[in-house]
């Protein structure tokens, strides 16, 4: 099967060139909307959990 009967069985059992554009619109939109949602760090433990920092004592 060559490349341009492939794109043409792909346009006819599935509407693709009608669900890609809609299918990258929404990621732009996700992109732009949302662009810090995976920038914010998890943090590792609770922020009820106590850990131990030598800054927080006064060196002797």
């Not at 693709?16 to 619109?25: E, K, M």
């Not at 760090?41 to 922020?47: M, N």
């Amino acid at each position: 099967m060559g490349f341009w009967e492939g794109v043409r069985w792909l346009g006819t059992t599935v509407p693709f060139f009608t669900v890609l554009p809609a299918f990258v619109g929404m990621l732009v939109l996700i992109w732009m909307f949302m662009p810090d949602l995976p920038m914010q760090p998890r943090p590792t433990v609770p922020d009820g959990e106590y850990r131990f920092d030598p800054d927080d004592f006064e060196p002797r």
